[in-house]
Structures are given as C-alpha cells and as structure tokens.
C-alpha cells in the first residue's frame, strides 16, 4: 500500500516529466547551470547539514569507511559542482535521431531518442550522488526520485533544497527532483510501476538482487562483478604478470577487479612462481586448486572461492588444462562484468573473445578498464551485467529509450494491401 | 523442480548456443538453406501430422478460428519455406561494429553485437510459427527451445524432425532447436533464468503478462494494444475520416487496431456523424460518453470502455476539450503501443509527438502501420510495449545484444590513475 503522500510526489515528478519532455538543450543546460550557482551559494549550509549528519553518525558509531563516504569537504563539494558542468557539457541524449526511412511518398518514419520519464535511484551514504544524479537525470530530461541513506538525510535535504532553489525560474520546474526520506518508503517507491520507469539501486550486490526481485520496474544495476584473468600457454609472462596485478591489486574493491585466475597447465610452472611473488608483494592473500598447491604455497582453495567476489585483496588461482576448460569456467562462475585473456595467439584471442559471455572481454588490458570515463562516455550511470543492452558501463545513453514518428498526409495501410496493393519504397534517407 | 529431461534439454541447447557463436554468415544461411531443403523434403510427412492433429482437434470440437490457425495447408507450408529463404536474405545482426574507440595508443574499444544466446518461444496454434522463429533464432546465432500449442504437437514433432534433418552435417549442431511437448513444460522454462536469455511468449495479453510476472527471465512482447487516434480541432475531415476507418476496421483484432476516438470538442459536431455514418458503414460499433451521445445516436461508454481492448469491430468514442487533454487520456488509458494524431495544425502535432509516451507516435496516418515489415525491418519478432528499449516493432536486432571488446598490448589502469596520470585519447575511430 502506497502512502498518500509518496503518490502525491509520484504524480508531481511525472507531470515534471512530461514538462521535461518538451525541452531542448539550451533549457537544460540554462536550469543545471541555476542549480550549479544555487548549490555555490548554499554551500555553507550544505557543509552545515553535513557536519550535523557527520556528528549523528560518529555518536551511532558507525564504520569508519561510511563514515569517509559520508564526509562531504568543501573540496569535493566544489569538485561535484564542477561535474555538473561537466554533464552540461556532454552531448544531449534526448533527440538523436537513430533511423530516417521513407516508407513510401509523403510517409516518413524516424526512430528518435527520448527521455524514459521518472527515474528512481536509491543510493548508500555519499551525499553528492544527489548532485550526480541530479545532473545526469535533467541533462536525459528525466525527473528523478532520490531515497539517500538514513546516516545522509539532513546533507541531502539541503542539497535538494538548493537544486529546487536553483530551478525556480528556470524551464525545468523544482518537482522534477524529489527526495524520499525514510526507509519505509523504498518498499512502497518498488511499487510504483505507474510513475516510476527505471530503477537505479546502488549499494550492495545484495541490496541490487532485492530491488530486481521485488519490482516490476526495471532495474538498471549489477549484482556482482566476478571477473576472471586467464593466463593462456602462449604469453609474454612479465606482461601477464603486470596485467595480473593491476587487475587485483589496483582497486581491489571495485567491481572490475579480478576474483580468480585462471592459468593453463601448460605455462603454470614458468608463470605462477613469478607472478605469485609480485602479487603477495602487493599485500595479496592467494588460494589455490590442488594442481596450483603443487607449484606455489597457497591456502587450499574449494569450490565456493570460484562464486566468491572478494573485493579485496584476495586472490583464487585455478590451473587449466585448456582454453575451452577457461572459458567454460568463466561462464558458469563469472557474473558477466569483464572477463580477459592475456595471450600471444591470436587465434586463442578472438575465440575467447567470442565465446566467452559478458559485458566486456578484453585482450591483454587490464580488467579494470571497464569503466564509463575510461570509455570516454564522461559520465556513468552505472555498469549493467544483464545481457541485454544497456550492458556493460551506462552513461547518459542509458536513461533514454526512443520512439518511433510516423509523419503523413493521409495514408492508410489498405492502400498497401490485398491484390491491389502498392509497394513501400522503404527507402533510407540521411540521419 | 525442473525435470532432468528439461535441463538436459536446455543445456544441450546452451552448449550448441556456445557454438553458434563463433558461426559468420555464410555457415549460417547454409543451414536455412538446408532446412528449407529438409522441409521441401518432408512436405508430405509434414502435412500428414497436420492432419493428424486437424482430426483430433476436429472431434474435441475446438473452436473454428482455431482450427483454422492450425492447419497447415501446401500453399502455407511453401510461403513460409520462402520465409526462411527472405530471412536468408535479411543483413546478418550479429558482428555489427556501433563503437570504434581508440582510448590510447594500441588500447583499442569496440562495441560489437553478438548473440543472446538461448531463447525460449511460447506460442499457440500455428504450427508454421516453428519454422518462422528457427530462422529467425539460427540467422541471429541463437539457439532456442520451441513449445507450441498442445493441439500442433504432432505438427511440430515432424517440423523440428525435418529441421534437424536439415541442420546435420552443417556448421549448426541439431541440438540448437528444441521443441518441449507438455504443458508442465512451460512452468520450468520460466525457471531457466541459467540457461534462456530471452522469452517471447506469443498469445493473448493474459498469456503474455503471466510470463512476464513469472519469470526473472527477459520478456519480448507486447501485453496490450490499446491504441488512440485524437482529431484535432484544425483538421482535414475526409482524411480524418479516412485514418479513423483504416485504423479501426481494416483489421480489427490487430493489437495495432484504434479501440477510442478522441474528438476536440470544438471539431466534433462537424466531424463526428459523417465518420459515425462512415464507421457504421463498416459494421463498427459505437459507443460513446455524454458529450458524444449528444450529437450522434451511440450506446454509453463507461469508464470500463476507456480501458478495454475491443480486437472487435468496437468504437469507443470521446470528446475532449483540448489537445493536452487528449494526451492526458492517452497517457492514462493508452498502452504505449501506437497512437495517432490527425490535424493540420502543425504546432498541435510537434506536442503530440514529444508528449504522448507510447512506441509509435503518428502524424496523419493509421495506426495500422505500426508493423516490422511495413518499417522495412524484413522479419519482426514481435511489437514491445515496454518503455526501454527494444520497442516498438522488433526485427532480428531485438534477438541480439552486444558486447565491449578492449583490444590491448599491456596497458594497465595504475598507468592511467594518480598524481603522474596519463591522459586517455578517446579518438574514434571509423565503425
């Protein structure tokens, strides 16, 4: 059951939504730039509200890396002001025009892009995530329900205050951004498959498969990132070895960092003395399969290291008797993230490529490539392990859909049926 | 509980799905073209166990209309013969290159389509549907597990017999068509969400909505068709006319078919009794709320006729006083299949089409063309109504998704992070 007031603001942000539909990009830019100067000129009181979310959470105790999360400084405060400008300066999703046929004289069919309608993105502790999100939505010309966590209410009612702030007098009117406060109301927020289009939960892989499981509305997220390094038989070992570490060790908390490593048999008693040494250098704890025990001393891995996401400096090691045995492992425990290969056979390479099933397979880079700013996409939305697209890192493409136009002067499809029927042209005019 | 049978079943088809991933285009239109061999072949085999389920269909008395879809004549069985050798002939989705990205140097980014993998197709009656979707599945590099209607089993034992027939000694293994036989059959589909990718349920709109309620499985397919045509208060009444006769009568029981008339309130009493003499004419059946009752002799429309699907040669009919009303309705109402406008009013039309929210949006034209061949898409695999993409009419691309490929000689991310970061270039490249 729906509160009355949740509904209130469901329908508020839609009717934003079908205001924002109508907009072009000069309108948008003009509103993010308001709420870029609101968010300046408030920002005492944003810092203030934080200190107050800050001094609630150190009295409650919490973690001391929720509470790193929680802190927002004066410099990333600046540093989120600036990503909105630099959102501003993206390319607008809303309007792309991705297929122009004539269907027949005077019938003209267009498939253009066009905002999804309200999003609803419900993140952990950081408080600029408002601002992100902010930007992101309106720029895709969405309305954009927020659900922040409980230890951030105070920083980030503050902050959409200032981004209402910054909106009035703008096109885009303040109801477009709308902050939910209390935990009760992500249950009901699941529930409203009438208002809200997409779902863009952030937090723990379990929290994601929750949202996916408890809604009707689609979830754009991922729920793990186990990703896999295979070392095939014919290498450039010190090359390997470089990608081995820098998959792991780089950030062993994101979602792209690798979680086991596959090694064929062949190549294992050259490669794996080495590249274990360079690995616990870096602080990394490794497991191993028995073929892997016999090589190099490690804790004994068993079958539910192959399912684990560490996400932290912990290594599963896996020795292979081929390139097939690799990626069959890799698709019955990987989470479809980003799988690579390093090899020197480029035969090896492309059938990896093409047989192994995830959002990103890579050849001899590093896993944590994958990433929307590496990409080059400027922003991310978030990185999808569905399969289907979106898929892999999301940027503001990723909150449009499109729609066909069908432009006439009178035609009916009985002209173009039965014995008599006329031809289409069917003709592809220039995007 | 899925019976071993069943996931035997979906396992050989997701090992043959993982060798038909590697197949280019020529070993793929070289097993259609077998299979229509095989068909040609087994055209006497295949019309007698058409007649075996005719018989027995015949004497448990199953309705006409049905019995009709059912049978499989020669004439039939040739034209869809044909439809695989069109589907032959359709360009291969798979291996589409749509992003080209050099992120630095020899650090080299694609995005390229590639298969779903394994499908899973519910339909009804038809038996010719299996013909169809095995083209369709095999040209886009997935396999699929096929269950048709009980009353088509003996035709579609023989058809796939013929196709896997066809399919030996060619690049694809037989095992990527499976047909299942029971009806508990379709539960345990549903459950596969480890081995199918993909459900397209063919059927009516409940059929449709239990799968997608019931399943953590992909749905493709459409629910409703609940579609509107707006005349607006500037308009050219003969072709109003004309467009609201096409949309509603030319084939009623199309999910693309109009069930409301929205009529301006200011163009009404001119347009609304020669259209009604016009639809009459065609045997529709009008109904219509007050405003309507008024100027032409209608049964009563309630509140219940607003949200109802007719696929009937039914009218609803409804005056409204401005155009934002009209897209308030079709908002409320409509089902974001297809939905039309008719005006002269070139400003009232740009409203309508940024504003309505459905797949199709048309300007002075049926909504009856909303159809993948009439868009020139050669083959559809269905009409969507979900928001995110596909949507719409849905060729052979929907059967696809994509993949990210970084092609690298070393590259790692620590060379590209901290104080001494290297820049990315992020120079396209061309696709």
């Known amino acids: 059951m729906v509160a009355p007031e949740l509904l209130q603001i469901a329908q508020q942000a839609r009717a934003a939504a079908q205001k924002l539909v109508t907009l072009d990009t000069l309108a948008k830019n003009q509103a993010l730039a308001a709420i870029t100067e609101a968010l300046q000129t408030q920002q005492a009181a944003i810092l203030q509200a934080n200190q107050t979310d800050m001094e609630r959470s150190e009295q409650e105790e919490l973690p001391m890396a929720l509470l790193q999360r ?120 699941l529930e409203l498959d009438q208002y809200v289009n997409l779902l863009i939960p952030r937090g723990s892989n379990a929290f994601v498969r929750y949202i996916q499981d408890h809604s009707r509305i689609p979830v754009l997220g991922h729920a793990d990132g186990l990703c896999h390094l295979y070392i095939d038989q014919q290498v450039d070992i010190p090359q390997a070895m470089a990608l081995a570490v820098d998959s792991k060790t780089q950030y062993p908390a994101a979602c792209n960092a690798i979680e086991t490593l596959l090694v064929h048999q062949a190549i294992a008693p050259e490669f794996l003395p ?104 400027g922003a991310e939305v978030g990185i999808s392990t569905q399969r289907l697209p979106p898929r892999g890192p999301v940027g503001l493409e990723g909150l449009v859909t499109y ?29």
Request: aromatic share 6%; charged share 20%.
């Open 70 to 189: 929680l802190k927002l400084s004066p410099d990333k405060l600046a540093s989120n002001i600036q990503g909105v400008r630099d959102v501003m300066n993206l390319p607008d999703p809303v309007g792309q025009r991705q297929l122009h046929r004539e269907l027949d004289a005077g019938l003209i069919l267009e498939r253009v892009t066009c905002p999804l309608g309200v999003l609803g993105v419900i993140f952990e502790a950081r408080p600029e995530a408002v601002i992100q999100i902010t930007a992101l939505a309106l720029k895709s010309g969405n309305a954009v329900i927020l659900k922040g966590g409980q230890e951030a209410t105070h920083s980030c009612q503050v902050l959409v205050q200032a981004i209402h702030r910054g909106l009035q007098g703008t096109a885009i009117p303040p109801t477009a951004v709308q902050l939910l406060t209390t935990r009760a109301e992500i249950q009901q927020l």
């Open 274 to 377: 080495p590249c274990a040494a360079a690995l616990v250098a870096q602080g990394v704890k490794l497991r191993g399969d028995e073929a892997t025990q016999k090589i190099i001393p490690v804790a004994p891995a068993s079958e539910a290291d192959w399912g684990t996401e560490y996400l932290d400096l912990v290594l599963a090691i896996k020795i292979v008797d081929s390139l097939e045995t690799a990626i069959t492992h890799i698709n019955t425990y990987g989470s479809g993230h980003t799988e690579a290969i390093a090899t020197t056979d480029a035969q090896a390479a492309a059938q990896f490529v093409a047989q192994v099933d995830a959002a990103g397979v890579y050849h001899n880079c590093s896993t944590r490539f994958a990433d929307g700013f590496r990409y080059g996409f």
């Open 403 to 431: 729609k066909y136009r069908l432009w006439g002067n009178g035609q009916v499809v009985a002209t173009y049926s039965g014995d008599q029927a006329k031809s289409f042209a069917h003709r592809d005019l220039p995007l």
